[in-house]
């Protein structure tokens, strides 16, 4: 089985400060790791996906598999990133649904 | 194409009710999902139709719980005899096979079960 862990449901900094929105995972074999995101009176999106190393709204994130963890970090936060984020997995290869963590509300202050 | 639809986006109804919620996923894509969203939880798979085959259901969705996808394209689904315990938003996401990890989700349906 797999598991998604999200273990705060909150952070909250100020404008310009560097963030890390935690992420560890459970699962046997070898997963796929994304970050969805939902802005207020948005729908889920998609944020970013591990295997494509890339940088979205100057957000990235590192699979760790010796930790099993796929933190999200921005070095300077902004005001328009607040939302909740979540964590979600997949079993590489397997073409199958995504698991989600219970998400995370980032609030960024002015 | 204005993305995933879906109807109602609310539903109040009695415990014991019947209860019907519809998705429609954006034309191209041969994947749907259905997934649950209670307060402070993030979404829970609920079941996935691949065109209109019904690949997956998970175990959260009990007897009373029924899905469809009769022509590939729109989804139904239908929640019988419903209980207090069924309040949640009902999310349907789309997307296509190849990239099935990418999903384009709904704004949900709100069920509120007095």
């Known amino acids: 089985a797999q598991r998604v862990t999200q273990p705060e449901k909150l952070l909250s900094v100020f404008k310009g400060a560097p963030v890390e929105l935690k992420c560890n995972y459970s699962?046997?074999?070898?997963?796929?790791l994304f970050w969805y995101v939902q802005y207020s009176r948005q729908r889920l999106q998609l944020l970013l996906r591990h295997i494509s190393r890339e940088s979205i709204k100057g957000f990235t994130a590192d699979l760790n598999k010796g930790e099993t963890s796929f933190h999200l970090k921005k070095p300077f936060a902004q005001e328009e990133d607040s939302a909740m984020y979540y964590c979600a997995l997949t079993p590489t290869g397997a073409n199958s649904k995504l698991t989600f963590g219970k998400g995370i509300t980032l609030s960024v202050r002015p | 194409d204005t993305g995933v639809s879906q109807d109602p986006r609310h539903k109040i109804t009695k415990r014991g009710q019947n209860v019907t919620f519809r998705c429609d996923p954006i034309s191209e894509h041969n994947r749907l999902y259905w997934y649950r969203q209670t307060l402070g939880q993030g979404p829970e798979f609920l079941t996935y139709?691949?065109?209109?085959?019904?690949?997956?259901k998970s175990r959260l969705l009990s007897d009373r719980f029924s899905a469809e996808r009769p022509k590939g394209s729109f989804s139904t689904l239908e929640i019988q005899r419903t209980e207090q315990g069924d309040s949640a938003m009902y999310l349907c996401a789309s997307s296509l096979v190849s990239t099935s990890w990418e999903l384009f989700f709904g704004e949900g349906s709100r069920l509120t079960v007095l």
């Open positions: 139709f691949q065109n209109e085959a019904q690949l997956e």
């Open positions: 699962y046997s074999g070898s997963p796929e």
